[in-house]
Protein backbone atom coordinates (compact mmCIF):
# COMPACT_ATOMS: atom_id res chain seq x y z
CA UNK A 1 0.00 0.00 0.00
CA UNK A 2 1.19 3.20 -1.11
CA UNK A 3 0.37 6.40 -0.12
CA UNK A 4 0.17 9.55 -1.20
CA UNK A 5 -0.60 13.03 0.32
CA UNK A 6 -1.53 15.65 -0.87
CA UNK A 7 -4.33 19.04 0.01
CA UNK A 8 -8.13 17.58 -0.37
CA UNK A 9 -10.29 20.30 -2.07
CA UNK A 10 -13.51 18.04 -2.21
CA UNK A 11 -15.09 16.49 -0.17
CA UNK A 12 -15.65 12.15 -0.33
CA UNK A 13 -14.13 9.24 0.13
CA UNK A 14 -14.47 6.99 -2.95
CA UNK A 15 -12.47 3.70 -4.23
CA UNK A 16 -11.73 3.09 -7.90
CA UNK A 17 -9.31 2.25 -10.41
CA UNK A 18 -7.23 5.12 -11.53
CA UNK A 19 -7.20 5.86 -14.99
CA UNK A 20 -3.50 8.37 -15.45
CA UNK A 21 -2.74 10.80 -18.15
CA UNK A 22 0.66 13.02 -17.94
CA UNK A 23 -1.31 15.27 -20.90
CA UNK A 24 -3.43 18.13 -19.70
CA UNK A 25 -7.52 17.74 -20.14
CA UNK A 26 -9.33 20.17 -22.21
CA UNK A 27 -13.30 20.47 -21.11
CA UNK A 28 -14.29 22.44 -24.13
CA UNK A 29 -13.53 20.15 -27.32
CA UNK A 30 -11.32 17.65 -24.64
CA UNK A 31 -14.27 15.82 -23.58
CA UNK A 32 -17.99 14.43 -24.10
CA UNK A 33 -19.98 14.85 -21.33
CA UNK A 34 -22.74 12.46 -22.54
CA UNK A 35 -20.52 9.69 -22.64
CA UNK A 36 -17.87 10.26 -20.37
CA UNK A 37 -15.05 10.48 -22.87
CA UNK A 38 -12.43 12.24 -24.16
CA UNK A 39 -12.55 13.21 -27.90
CA UNK A 40 -9.30 15.51 -28.14
CA UNK A 41 -7.94 13.51 -31.51
CA UNK A 42 -4.55 14.45 -30.39
CA UNK A 43 -4.95 13.41 -26.77
CA UNK A 44 -3.15 9.98 -25.46
CA UNK A 45 -6.58 9.61 -24.00
CA UNK A 46 -8.65 9.91 -26.99
CA UNK A 47 -11.84 7.49 -26.82
CA UNK A 48 -11.42 6.69 -23.22
CA UNK A 49 -14.22 6.69 -21.11
CA UNK A 50 -13.52 8.48 -17.80
CA UNK A 51 -16.58 7.72 -15.83
CA UNK A 52 -16.76 5.97 -12.41
CA UNK A 53 -12.91 6.26 -12.41
CA UNK A 54 -10.26 8.11 -10.70
CA UNK A 55 -8.90 10.81 -12.76
CA UNK A 56 -5.57 11.31 -12.53
CA UNK A 57 -4.06 14.03 -14.47
CA UNK A 58 -1.28 17.30 -14.64
CA UNK A 59 -4.42 20.05 -15.16
CA UNK A 60 -6.63 21.23 -16.90
CA UNK A 61 -6.44 23.12 -20.04
CA UNK A 62 -8.25 25.11 -22.74
CA UNK A 63 -11.43 27.03 -22.19
CA UNK A 64 -12.39 28.24 -19.34
CA UNK A 65 -15.92 26.01 -20.37
CA UNK A 66 -13.70 23.46 -18.56
CA UNK A 67 -15.99 23.81 -14.77
CA UNK A 68 -19.18 23.46 -16.70
CA UNK A 69 -18.39 20.71 -19.10
CA UNK A 70 -17.05 18.65 -15.90
CA UNK A 71 -19.94 19.84 -13.91
CA UNK A 72 -22.57 18.39 -16.85
CA UNK A 73 -20.94 14.71 -16.59
CA UNK A 74 -22.52 14.80 -13.00
CA UNK A 75 -25.80 16.30 -14.20
CA UNK A 76 -25.19 13.68 -16.83
CA UNK A 77 -24.58 10.87 -14.86
CA UNK A 78 -20.65 10.39 -16.49
CA UNK A 79 -18.50 12.12 -14.00
CA UNK A 80 -14.93 10.43 -12.81
CA UNK A 81 -15.46 9.12 -9.19
CA UNK A 82 -12.66 11.04 -8.20
CA UNK A 83 -10.23 13.52 -9.33
CA UNK A 84 -5.93 14.18 -8.57
CA UNK A 85 -4.27 16.86 -10.03
CA UNK A 86 -0.86 18.71 -9.62
CA UNK A 87 -1.34 21.94 -11.52
CA UNK A 88 -3.75 23.95 -9.27
CA UNK A 89 -5.43 26.36 -11.72
CA UNK A 90 -9.10 28.70 -11.13
CA UNK A 91 -10.43 25.60 -13.95
CA UNK A 92 -9.79 22.59 -12.73
CA UNK A 93 -10.35 23.79 -9.02
CA UNK A 94 -13.79 24.77 -10.00
CA UNK A 95 -14.39 22.10 -11.64
CA UNK A 96 -13.91 19.66 -9.47
CA UNK A 97 -15.79 21.82 -7.09
CA UNK A 98 -18.99 21.66 -9.16
CA UNK A 99 -18.48 17.90 -10.38
CA UNK A 100 -18.48 17.16 -6.74
CA UNK A 101 -16.02 14.19 -6.44
CA UNK A 102 -13.81 13.83 -3.75
CA UNK A 103 -10.47 16.09 -5.04
CA UNK A 104 -6.82 15.74 -4.08
CA UNK A 105 -4.07 18.22 -5.16
CA UNK A 106 -0.69 18.22 -5.36
CA UNK A 107 -0.05 14.70 -3.64
CA UNK A 108 3.29 14.03 -2.93
CA UNK A 109 4.78 11.44 -4.22
CA UNK A 110 3.62 12.83 -7.57
CA UNK A 111 0.98 10.79 -8.58
CA UNK A 112 1.98 10.85 -11.97
CA UNK A 113 4.83 9.08 -11.66
CA UNK A 114 3.61 6.92 -8.85
CA UNK A 115 -0.31 5.73 -10.08
CA UNK A 116 -0.70 3.41 -12.95
CA UNK A 117 -3.68 3.19 -14.94
CA UNK A 118 -5.57 0.58 -13.89
CA UNK A 119 -4.78 0.49 -10.29
CA UNK A 120 -7.35 0.47 -7.66
CA UNK A 121 -7.01 3.75 -5.53
CA UNK A 122 -8.86 5.42 -2.41
CA UNK A 123 -9.17 9.58 -2.55
CA UNK A 124 -9.96 10.92 0.65
CA UNK A 125 -10.59 14.40 -0.19
CA UNK A 126 -11.15 15.16 3.92
CA UNK A 127 -7.47 14.32 4.59
CA UNK A 128 -5.79 14.64 1.16
CA UNK A 129 -4.32 11.31 1.30
CA UNK A 130 -4.60 9.09 -1.82
CA UNK A 131 -3.61 5.55 -1.14
CA UNK A 132 -2.92 3.10 -4.01
CA UNK A 133 -4.80 -0.36 -2.31
CA UNK A 134 -3.76 -2.54 -5.07
CA UNK A 135 -1.91 -2.06 -8.01
CA UNK A 136 -2.46 -2.83 -11.61
CA UNK A 137 0.06 -5.53 -11.94
CA UNK A 138 -0.72 -7.64 -9.00
CA UNK A 139 -4.60 -7.49 -10.17
CA UNK A 140 -5.74 -10.16 -12.43
CA UNK B 1 -10.37 32.45 3.81
CA UNK B 2 -10.26 35.79 5.45
CA UNK B 3 -14.04 36.96 4.94
CA UNK B 4 -15.19 40.39 6.19
CA UNK B 5 -18.20 41.50 7.99
CA UNK B 6 -20.07 42.24 4.76
CA UNK B 7 -19.22 38.91 3.58
CA UNK B 8 -20.03 36.88 6.83
CA UNK B 9 -23.36 39.05 6.45
CA UNK B 10 -23.76 37.77 2.71
CA UNK B 11 -22.50 34.43 3.23
CA UNK B 12 -25.75 33.96 6.57
CA UNK B 13 -28.21 35.13 4.46
CA UNK B 14 -28.55 38.56 5.09
CA UNK B 15 -29.20 39.12 1.58
CA UNK B 16 -31.41 36.15 0.70
CA UNK B 17 -31.06 33.02 -0.60
CA UNK B 18 -29.27 33.38 -3.89
CA UNK B 19 -26.65 35.61 -2.21
CA UNK B 20 -25.88 33.17 0.28
CA UNK B 21 -25.79 30.69 -1.76
CA UNK B 22 -23.28 32.75 -4.03
CA UNK B 23 -21.04 33.47 -0.80
CA UNK B 24 -21.22 29.60 0.25
CA UNK B 25 -19.67 28.63 -3.69
CA UNK B 26 -17.10 31.41 -3.65
CA UNK B 27 -15.85 30.61 0.06
CA UNK B 28 -15.48 26.70 -1.06
CA UNK B 29 -14.35 27.61 -4.20
CA UNK B 30 -11.32 30.41 -2.49
CA UNK B 31 -10.55 27.55 0.00
CA UNK B 32 -9.93 25.26 -2.12
CA UNK B 33 -7.52 27.70 -4.06
CA UNK B 34 -5.60 28.60 -0.86
CA UNK B 35 -7.01 32.42 -1.50
CA UNK B 36 -6.58 34.20 1.73
CA UNK B 37 -9.43 36.59 1.26
CA UNK B 38 -11.88 37.94 -1.76
CA UNK B 39 -11.76 40.85 -3.80
CA UNK B 40 -14.13 43.31 -4.51
CA UNK B 41 -15.05 43.35 -8.26
CA UNK B 42 -17.79 45.82 -10.57
CA UNK B 43 -17.40 43.82 -13.72
CA UNK B 44 -18.19 40.17 -14.40
CA UNK B 45 -18.32 38.18 -17.82
CA UNK B 46 -20.55 34.92 -17.84
CA UNK B 47 -22.79 32.65 -19.31
CA UNK B 48 -25.87 31.65 -18.51
CA UNK B 49 -27.84 32.30 -21.37
CA UNK B 50 -26.68 29.77 -23.84
CA UNK B 51 -29.46 26.19 -24.13
CA UNK B 52 -27.81 23.38 -23.36
CA UNK B 53 -29.48 19.58 -22.74
CA UNK B 54 -28.97 19.92 -19.02
CA UNK B 55 -29.94 23.34 -18.65
CA UNK B 56 -32.99 22.27 -20.87
CA UNK B 57 -33.77 19.76 -18.50
CA UNK B 58 -33.23 22.19 -14.78
CA UNK B 59 -35.23 25.15 -16.93
CA UNK B 60 -38.11 22.35 -17.57
CA UNK B 61 -38.17 21.28 -13.67
CA UNK B 62 -37.77 24.86 -11.83
CA UNK B 63 -37.45 27.67 -14.97
CA UNK B 64 -34.42 29.92 -15.29
CA UNK B 65 -34.27 30.31 -11.29
CA UNK B 66 -33.41 26.20 -11.21
CA UNK B 67 -31.11 26.52 -13.99
CA UNK B 68 -28.69 29.82 -12.61
CA UNK B 69 -28.82 27.96 -8.80
CA UNK B 70 -27.67 24.62 -10.06
CA UNK B 71 -25.21 25.39 -12.81
CA UNK B 72 -24.15 29.28 -12.26
CA UNK B 73 -24.04 28.92 -8.49
CA UNK B 74 -23.49 24.90 -7.60
CA UNK B 75 -26.94 25.33 -5.05
CA UNK B 76 -29.66 22.42 -5.38
CA UNK B 77 -31.77 24.63 -3.13
CA UNK B 78 -34.68 26.16 -5.03
CA UNK B 79 -34.34 29.73 -4.41
CA UNK B 80 -35.09 33.12 -6.31
CA UNK B 81 -32.24 35.18 -8.39
CA UNK B 82 -32.97 38.49 -7.80
CA UNK B 83 -31.01 41.68 -9.59
CA UNK B 84 -27.45 41.20 -10.63
CA UNK B 85 -25.62 43.11 -7.40
CA UNK B 86 -22.94 44.29 -10.07
CA UNK B 87 -22.41 44.74 -13.88
CA UNK B 88 -22.64 41.33 -15.27
CA UNK B 89 -22.28 40.44 -19.17
CA UNK B 90 -23.56 37.56 -21.18
CA UNK B 91 -20.60 36.23 -23.29
CA UNK B 92 -21.27 34.36 -26.33
CA UNK B 93 -23.99 32.06 -26.25
CA UNK B 94 -25.78 29.38 -28.70
CA UNK B 95 -27.38 30.36 -32.11
CA UNK B 96 -29.69 32.85 -32.46
CA UNK B 97 -32.71 33.88 -34.60
CA UNK B 98 -30.46 35.01 -37.62
CA UNK B 99 -29.00 31.23 -37.97
CA UNK B 100 -32.63 29.63 -37.78
CA UNK B 101 -32.80 27.55 -40.35
CA UNK B 102 -29.71 27.34 -41.52
CA UNK B 103 -28.24 24.25 -39.38
CA UNK B 104 -29.54 21.52 -37.56
CA UNK B 105 -29.73 23.72 -34.36
CA UNK B 106 -33.14 23.28 -33.11
CA UNK B 107 -35.46 26.06 -32.76
CA UNK B 108 -36.41 25.01 -29.69
CA UNK B 109 -33.20 26.11 -28.37
CA UNK B 110 -33.22 29.44 -29.83
CA UNK B 111 -36.26 29.91 -28.32
CA UNK B 112 -35.18 28.75 -25.33
CA UNK B 113 -32.16 30.83 -25.51
CA UNK B 114 -34.80 34.15 -26.14
CA UNK B 115 -36.83 33.14 -22.93
CA UNK B 116 -33.32 33.26 -20.95
CA UNK B 117 -32.50 36.79 -22.76
CA UNK B 118 -35.73 38.07 -21.39
CA UNK B 119 -35.20 36.66 -17.77
CA UNK B 120 -31.67 37.95 -17.44
CA UNK B 121 -31.99 41.35 -18.91
CA UNK B 122 -34.80 41.59 -16.42
CA UNK B 123 -32.17 40.77 -13.59
CA UNK B 124 -29.62 43.51 -14.80
CA UNK B 125 -27.32 41.46 -17.14
CA UNK B 126 -26.15 42.63 -20.42
CA UNK B 127 -26.63 40.40 -23.30
CA UNK B 128 -23.58 41.68 -25.03
CA UNK B 129 -23.65 37.65 -26.65
CA UNK B 130 -19.66 37.78 -27.71
CA UNK B 131 -16.61 36.42 -26.77
CA UNK B 132 -15.20 39.67 -26.84
CA UNK B 133 -16.90 42.14 -24.94
CA UNK B 134 -13.86 44.53 -25.14
CA UNK B 135 -14.82 44.94 -28.82
CA UNK B 136 -18.81 46.03 -27.25
CA UNK B 137 -18.09 48.63 -24.49
CA UNK B 138 -17.05 46.21 -21.32
CA UNK B 139 -13.47 47.33 -21.67
CA UNK B 140 -11.95 47.17 -18.00
CA UNK B 141 -8.96 50.10 -16.89
CA UNK B 142 -6.00 48.97 -16.54
CA UNK B 143 -5.64 46.97 -12.90
CA UNK B 144 -9.46 46.74 -12.47
CA UNK B 145 -10.62 43.63 -10.68
CA UNK B 146 -12.60 41.54 -13.17
CA UNK B 147 -14.27 37.82 -12.60
CA UNK B 148 -14.50 37.11 -16.44
CA UNK B 149 -14.51 33.60 -18.46
CA UNK B 150 -13.98 32.80 -21.78
CA UNK B 151 -10.44 32.08 -22.30
CA UNK B 152 -9.65 34.17 -25.16
CA UNK B 153 -11.68 36.98 -23.62
CA UNK B 154 -9.25 36.47 -19.96
CA UNK B 155 -6.14 36.43 -21.92
CA UNK B 156 -6.82 39.73 -23.45
CA UNK B 157 -8.11 41.59 -20.32
CA UNK B 158 -5.04 40.97 -18.59
CA UNK B 159 -2.63 41.14 -21.32
CA UNK B 160 -3.70 43.79 -23.31
CA UNK B 161 -5.71 45.88 -21.30
CA UNK B 162 -3.86 44.98 -17.94
CA UNK B 163 -7.12 44.59 -15.89
CA UNK B 164 -6.90 41.71 -13.89
CA UNK B 165 -9.32 38.45 -14.12
CA UNK B 166 -8.29 34.66 -13.74
CA UNK B 167 -9.89 32.55 -15.59
CA UNK B 168 -13.54 31.87 -14.16
CA UNK B 169 -16.51 29.55 -14.79
CA UNK B 170 -19.80 29.37 -15.40
CA UNK B 171 -20.57 28.96 -11.60
CA UNK B 172 -17.69 32.01 -10.05
CA UNK B 173 -18.75 33.91 -12.69
CA UNK B 174 -22.72 33.22 -11.49
CA UNK B 175 -21.67 33.84 -8.08
CA UNK B 176 -19.49 37.40 -8.55
CA UNK B 177 -22.43 39.02 -10.16
CA UNK B 178 -24.79 38.63 -6.80
CA UNK B 179 -21.56 39.26 -4.97
CA UNK B 180 -19.38 41.45 -6.30
CA UNK B 181 -17.02 39.32 -4.96
CA UNK B 182 -14.31 36.89 -6.65
CA UNK B 183 -11.20 34.94 -4.92
CA UNK B 184 -8.35 37.20 -4.50
CA UNK B 185 -5.81 34.71 -5.92
CA UNK B 186 -3.62 34.28 -8.90
CA UNK B 187 -3.44 36.85 -11.48
CA UNK B 188 -4.90 39.30 -9.17
CA UNK B 189 -1.69 39.45 -7.40
CA UNK B 190 0.90 41.56 -8.70
CA UNK B 191 3.44 39.70 -8.18
CA UNK B 192 1.74 37.07 -10.09
CA UNK B 193 1.78 38.85 -12.95
CA UNK B 194 5.61 38.61 -14.14
CA UNK B 195 6.69 36.58 -17.05
CA UNK B 196 8.05 32.89 -16.39
CA UNK B 197 9.41 32.15 -19.47
CA UNK B 198 10.90 34.50 -23.14
CA UNK B 199 10.32 33.52 -26.38
CA UNK B 200 12.22 35.31 -29.79
CA UNK B 201 10.65 34.97 -32.75
CA UNK B 202 13.61 34.84 -35.30
CA UNK B 203 11.27 34.92 -38.15
CA UNK B 204 8.81 38.04 -38.92
CA UNK B 205 6.00 37.64 -37.25
CA UNK B 206 3.19 40.21 -38.62
CA UNK B 207 -0.27 39.84 -39.85
CA UNK B 208 -3.12 37.51 -38.19
CA UNK B 209 -2.07 34.50 -39.47
CA UNK B 210 1.61 34.79 -38.28
CA UNK B 211 0.08 36.12 -35.06
CA UNK B 212 -2.18 33.07 -34.50
CA UNK B 213 0.68 30.44 -35.43
CA UNK B 214 2.77 32.13 -33.02
CA UNK B 215 0.08 32.29 -30.23
CA UNK B 216 -0.33 28.05 -30.90
CA UNK B 217 3.34 27.47 -30.47
CA UNK B 218 3.93 29.82 -27.27
CA UNK B 219 1.00 28.32 -25.86
CA UNK B 220 1.99 24.46 -26.40
CA UNK B 221 5.43 25.43 -24.84
CA UNK B 222 4.52 27.39 -21.62
CA UNK B 223 0.69 25.63 -20.83
CA UNK B 224 -0.20 28.26 -17.77
CA UNK B 225 2.31 29.61 -17.50
CA UNK B 226 3.41 33.43 -18.77
CA UNK B 227 5.28 33.84 -21.19
CA UNK B 228 6.58 37.37 -22.53
CA UNK B 229 7.61 36.91 -26.21
CA UNK B 230 10.43 39.16 -28.27
CA UNK B 231 12.06 39.19 -31.88
CA UNK B 232 10.89 40.16 -34.82
CA UNK B 233 7.55 41.37 -34.29
CA UNK B 234 5.06 43.53 -36.52
CA UNK B 235 3.00 46.09 -34.96
CA UNK B 236 -0.28 44.23 -33.93
CA UNK B 237 -3.55 45.74 -33.89
CA UNK B 238 -6.68 44.30 -31.87
CA UNK B 239 -7.30 41.48 -34.62
CA UNK B 240 -4.22 39.85 -34.17
CA UNK B 241 -3.65 39.82 -30.33
CA UNK B 242 -7.17 38.76 -30.03
CA UNK B 243 -5.98 35.82 -32.29
CA UNK B 244 -2.61 35.29 -30.65
CA UNK B 245 -4.20 35.02 -27.35
CA UNK B 246 -6.76 32.87 -28.55
CA UNK B 247 -4.19 30.10 -29.85
CA UNK B 248 -2.27 30.54 -26.62
CA UNK B 249 -5.09 29.86 -24.81
CA UNK B 250 -6.13 27.29 -27.34
CA UNK B 251 -3.09 24.93 -27.50
CA UNK B 252 -2.57 26.02 -23.83
CA UNK B 253 -3.53 27.72 -20.83
CA UNK B 254 -2.16 31.09 -21.26
CA UNK B 255 -4.05 34.00 -18.76
CA UNK B 256 -1.66 36.66 -19.32
CA UNK B 257 1.54 37.62 -21.61
CA UNK B 258 3.57 40.04 -22.07
CA UNK B 259 5.11 41.54 -25.39
CA UNK B 260 7.98 44.21 -24.10
CA UNK B 261 6.96 47.75 -25.70
CA UNK B 262 3.90 46.75 -26.55
CA UNK B 263 1.61 45.29 -23.54
CA UNK B 264 0.89 47.62 -20.98
CA UNK B 265 2.26 46.30 -18.10
CA UNK B 266 5.69 45.37 -19.56
CA UNK B 267 7.29 48.98 -21.00
CA UNK B 268 10.76 46.63 -20.97
CA UNK B 269 11.85 42.81 -21.37
CA UNK B 270 12.97 43.70 -17.55
CA UNK B 271 9.44 44.88 -16.16
CA UNK B 272 7.97 42.12 -17.89
CA UNK B 273 10.15 40.01 -15.51
CA UNK B 274 9.13 41.88 -12.79
CA UNK B 275 13.27 42.76 -12.00
CA UNK B 276 13.90 38.81 -11.64
CA UNK B 277 16.19 36.56 -13.57
CA UNK B 278 15.52 37.07 -17.64
CA UNK B 279 14.36 33.48 -18.87
CA UNK B 280 16.85 32.22 -21.16
CA UNK B 281 15.01 32.81 -24.94
CA UNK B 282 13.04 29.66 -26.77
CA UNK B 283 13.83 30.29 -30.55
CA UNK B 284 10.71 30.66 -32.70
CA UNK B 285 12.03 30.28 -36.23
CA UNK B 286 11.42 28.79 -39.65
CA UNK B 287 11.08 24.84 -38.59
CA UNK B 288 8.95 25.82 -35.53
CA UNK B 289 6.85 27.86 -37.62
CA UNK B 290 6.39 25.02 -40.21
CA UNK B 291 5.69 22.61 -37.11
CA UNK B 292 2.88 24.51 -36.06
CA UNK B 293 1.35 25.16 -39.74
CA UNK B 294 1.18 21.15 -40.09
CA UNK B 295 -0.39 21.04 -36.86
CA UNK B 296 -3.10 22.98 -37.40
CA UNK B 297 -3.83 21.61 -40.55
CA UNK B 298 -3.36 17.69 -39.84
CA UNK B 299 -6.77 17.19 -40.24
CA UNK B 300 -7.04 18.26 -43.59
CA UNK B 301 -7.40 15.08 -46.21
CA UNK B 302 -9.83 16.51 -49.05
CA UNK B 303 -9.50 19.71 -50.32
CA UNK B 304 -12.89 19.90 -51.54
CA UNK B 305 -13.68 22.67 -48.96
CA UNK B 306 -17.65 22.81 -48.34
CA UNK B 307 -17.70 25.40 -45.40
CA UNK B 308 -15.68 28.84 -44.68
CA UNK B 309 -16.23 30.11 -41.38
CA UNK B 310 -14.39 33.53 -40.11
CA UNK B 311 -14.74 35.32 -36.93
CA UNK B 312 -12.91 33.58 -33.98
CA UNK B 313 -13.03 35.25 -31.76
CA UNK B 314 -15.76 37.41 -32.88
CA UNK B 315 -14.52 39.50 -36.13
CA UNK B 316 -14.17 43.12 -35.52
CA UNK B 317 -15.30 45.46 -38.02
CA UNK B 318 -12.02 46.38 -39.67
CA UNK B 319 -12.25 42.26 -40.17
CA UNK B 320 -15.64 42.50 -41.98
CA UNK B 321 -14.28 45.34 -43.97
CA UNK B 322 -11.69 43.09 -45.22
CA UNK B 323 -13.85 40.38 -45.91
CA UNK B 324 -16.50 42.64 -47.50
CA UNK B 325 -13.96 44.09 -49.58
CA UNK B 326 -12.44 41.24 -50.90
CA UNK B 327 -16.03 39.51 -51.88
CA UNK B 328 -17.10 43.00 -53.70
CA UNK B 329 -18.54 41.74 -56.78
CA UNK B 330 -17.96 37.54 -56.44
CA UNK B 331 -19.84 35.24 -55.87
CA UNK B 332 -18.87 32.00 -53.89
CA UNK B 333 -19.21 28.23 -55.25
CA UNK B 334 -22.00 26.57 -55.32
CA UNK B 335 -21.73 24.01 -52.99
CA UNK B 336 -19.73 26.43 -50.55
CA UNK B 337 -21.26 28.46 -47.45
CA UNK B 338 -18.90 31.14 -45.88
CA UNK B 339 -20.27 32.42 -42.55
CA UNK B 340 -18.75 35.43 -40.37
CA UNK B 341 -19.43 35.51 -37.28
CA UNK B 342 -19.42 38.60 -35.10
CA UNK B 343 -20.59 40.29 -32.13
CA UNK B 344 -24.39 41.47 -32.53
CA UNK B 345 -23.58 45.45 -31.66
CA UNK B 346 -20.88 45.74 -34.41
CA UNK B 347 -23.25 43.49 -36.84
CA UNK B 348 -25.43 46.94 -36.62
CA UNK B 349 -22.65 48.85 -37.87
CA UNK B 350 -21.51 46.25 -40.67
CA UNK B 351 -25.28 46.73 -41.85
CA UNK B 352 -25.24 50.24 -41.85
CA UNK B 353 -21.61 50.39 -43.61
CA UNK B 354 -22.47 48.24 -45.95
CA UNK B 355 -20.17 45.24 -45.26
CA UNK B 356 -23.07 42.97 -45.02
CA UNK B 357 -25.29 43.74 -48.27
CA UNK B 358 -21.72 42.99 -49.87
CA UNK B 359 -21.29 39.72 -48.23
CA UNK B 360 -24.64 38.50 -48.20
CA UNK B 361 -24.60 39.72 -52.25
CA UNK B 362 -21.76 37.06 -52.59
CA UNK B 363 -23.58 34.16 -50.69
CA UNK B 364 -22.08 34.47 -47.66
CA UNK B 365 -23.48 35.12 -44.14
CA UNK B 366 -22.39 37.72 -41.01
CA UNK B 367 -23.74 35.43 -37.93
CA UNK B 368 -23.85 36.77 -34.46
CA UNK B 369 -23.73 35.52 -30.42
CA UNK B 370 -22.24 32.54 -31.04
CA UNK B 371 -20.17 29.97 -33.38
CA UNK B 372 -20.22 26.43 -34.68
CA UNK B 373 -17.46 25.49 -32.09
CA UNK B 374 -20.53 26.55 -29.45
CA UNK B 375 -23.10 25.78 -30.69
CA UNK B 376 -21.73 22.28 -32.35
CA UNK B 377 -23.17 23.00 -35.36
CA UNK B 378 -21.69 23.83 -39.43
CA UNK B 379 -24.20 24.12 -42.32
CA UNK B 380 -25.68 20.49 -43.07
CA UNK B 381 -23.36 17.80 -45.13
CA UNK B 382 -20.34 19.78 -43.59
CA UNK B 383 -17.10 17.26 -44.35
CA UNK B 384 -14.44 20.02 -44.68
CA UNK B 385 -14.05 23.50 -43.14
CA UNK B 386 -11.54 26.08 -43.83
CA UNK B 387 -10.50 29.05 -41.29
CA UNK B 388 -8.49 31.73 -40.49
CA UNK B 389 -8.77 31.06 -36.62
CA UNK B 390 -5.95 28.85 -35.17
CA UNK B 391 -9.12 28.26 -32.30
CA UNK B 392 -11.59 26.80 -34.68
CA UNK B 393 -8.79 24.92 -36.45
CA UNK B 394 -8.04 22.84 -33.09
CA UNK B 395 -11.32 22.49 -31.79
CA UNK B 396 -13.53 21.68 -34.74
CA UNK B 397 -12.28 18.52 -35.88
CA UNK B 398 -13.00 17.48 -32.36
CA UNK B 399 -16.16 19.29 -31.64
CA UNK B 400 -18.27 18.24 -35.49
CA UNK B 401 -15.73 15.43 -36.83
CA UNK B 402 -15.01 17.92 -39.55
CA UNK B 403 -12.08 18.37 -41.10
CA UNK B 404 -9.58 21.35 -41.03
CA UNK B 405 -7.72 24.09 -42.93
CA UNK B 406 -5.58 26.73 -41.58
CA UNK B 407 -4.70 29.63 -43.59
CA UNK B 408 -5.40 33.50 -44.36
CA UNK B 409 -8.36 35.23 -44.70
CA UNK B 410 -7.24 35.20 -48.99
CA UNK B 411 -6.62 31.77 -48.63
CA UNK B 412 -9.97 30.99 -46.97
CA UNK B 413 -11.83 33.41 -49.38
CA UNK B 414 -10.20 31.58 -52.54
CA UNK B 415 -11.99 28.44 -50.74
CA UNK B 416 -15.20 30.19 -50.91
CA UNK B 417 -15.28 30.75 -53.88
CA UNK B 418 -13.53 27.99 -55.85
CA UNK B 419 -14.96 25.37 -53.19
CA UNK B 420 -11.28 24.41 -53.66
CA UNK B 421 -8.15 25.06 -50.68
CA UNK B 422 -4.85 25.81 -52.28
CA UNK B 423 -3.21 27.43 -49.08
CA UNK B 424 0.08 26.86 -48.17
CA UNK B 425 2.79 27.97 -46.09
CA UNK B 426 4.94 31.12 -47.55
Known amino acids: MIELRGRGIVPGVVEAPALVTREPISGFGGIDVATGTVIEPRHELFGVCFTGQVLVFPGAKGSSGWSGFFQSTRLMGTAPAAMVFDVLTTKAVLGAIVTRVPTVVQALPRPLETIRTGDLVRVDGESGVVTILQSASSST | ?426
Open chain 2, 1 to 426: MRLTDDEKRMRDGAEGEAVAAAMDLLVRYGDALGAERLVETRNVAGTMTQPSPAKAKLVEEGGWAKAYAVINLDCDRDIEIPRMKVPTCQLQHGFAGDASGLTHYADSAIRLQDDAESYFSDRGVNILATCTPYQVGNLPVRGEHCAWMESSAVVYCNSVLGARTNCEGASSTGAAALTGKIPYWGNHLPENRHATHLVRADVTVDGFQEWGMLGYFVGELVQEARPAVVGKLGQPDLADLKHFGAATATSGGVELYHLPGITPEAPTLEAAFGGARIAEPVSYGARERAAVYDALNSRGTSRDVDFVLLGCPHASLDQVAQLAALLEGRRLHADTELWVMMPRALSSVAFHNGYTRTITAAGGRVLTDSCPAMSRAAPPGTRVFATDSAKQAHYLPAILGIEAWFGTLEECVDAALTGRWGGGLR
